[in-house]
């Protein structure tokens, strides 16, 4: 059994403009150990994915139907007292962003050794020293000394170490990495990737890392699910989705990524503008934006399609690859 499944899950915000479907329907399982890539452009509802699990959506949002379940135990309408022994806990999650995430008015040691009452059953003294060794973990130099800073003396590849030291202080099971490292820069974004990498071996825990950079996956993750406009439109092992693309969005995706090969060549963005998920197509999502877009795209919605073993795809191109060899053998 799966360490985490997510079935059919459906989650929506409810605005005066009507419903808005963020999360439309996804399943995928977590493994033990196993890193998850969630990769997708802004909108494509990765970040409310990994809210919905740990139940920490906006007062307008509601899971309407779907199952999330943790070790068996199920999630959705579980009841706050049931998710504050998960949260932090059993499932951490580092947000998107460093600067804002951090209490401006507590310090580092204050905000660290308050996840870690809040969490487990050791005292102040031990607390303190934990979140001195969780420092120390993460490569943050003077611990000590930082512990009586405030996130202000702080820079930010140094804060996303300490968000990442508050998530892991209480060694969970499966760490969230919401864009972990989208403000920072070129060098501090592989230094705190490399910590991820060296941490992820070291406790063996699962991890989920939201991104829409293909090159922290490539790096990272063992698999990858694609998302679009809510839904899953690929899904499967990292070296499938990267060498045997196919769904039409994550050919566009990995056009878009620049590499050696086209060193001096003009990049190939994907044209037009993300749906709008208030007026939602009939057909495939990504059908107005598809340069391979055939009549059907437009009216009817692709289910998934197995390819083999280790990769499946939403996407009518593969339907019709598969009846042109059938008519062909």
């Known amino acids: 059994m799966s360490m985490l499944e997510v079935r059919d899950l459906h989650t929506s915000f409810f605005t005066d403009a009507g419903e808005v479907k963020a999360v439309n329907g996804i399943s995928f399982d977590l493994d033990e150990g196993k890193v998850l890539g969630i990769v997708g452009e802004s909108g494509s509802g990765k970040s409310v994915t990994a809210y919905s699990i740990l139940q920490i959506l906006a007062s307008s949002g509601k899971i309407v139907s779907g199952s999330v379940k943790f070790r068996g135990t199920e999630l959705v309408n579980s009841g706050e007292k049931v998710m504050k022994t998960i949260r932090g806990n059993k499932i951490s999650i580092i947000f998107q962003d460093p600067m804002t995430s951090l209490n401006p008015t507590y310090t580092i040691g204050h905000q660290l050794m308050e996840a870690i009452l809040l969490h487990t059953d050791r005292n102040k003294e031990q607390a303190r020293e934990r979140a001195l060794e969780m420092l120390k973990l993460v490569n943050v130099n003077e611990p000590e000394k930082r512990l009586k800073q405030y996130p202000y003396e702080f820079s930010g590849g140094m804060r996303q170490r300490v968000m990442i030291a508050m998530a892991l202080a209480c060694e969970p099971d499966i760490l969230i990495a919401d864009e972990p490292t989208t403000a920072l820069d070129v060098t501090i974004q592989a230094q705190i990737l490399e910590l ?33 406009a809510g839904s899953i439109c690929e899904q499967g092992t990292a070296d499938e989705i990267f060498y ?28 037009g503008t993300p749906i709008d998920l208030l ?20 009216r009817e919605r692709c289910q998934r399609m197995q390819l083999n073993d280790d990769h499946a795809a939403a996407c009518w191109m593969n339907v019709k690859a598969e009846a042109e060899k059938g008519g062909g053998e």
């Open 279 to 298: 007026n939602m197509p009939k057909g495939c999502a990504f059908a107005p934006r598809c340069e391979a877009a055939m009549k059907i795209c437009l």
């Open 244 to 271: 045997n693309p196919a769904h039409e969005y994550t050919k566009g995706l990995l056009r878009s990524i620049p590499t050696e090969k086209t060193s001096g060549e003009r990049l190939r963005p994907i044209s």
């Open 196 to 228: 991820m990498k060296q941490l992820q071996k070291e406790l063996g825990m699962a991890i989920i890392m939201i991104t829409h950079d293909l090159g922290v996956v490539a790096q990272l993750c063992d698999e990858v699910i694609v998302m679009y």
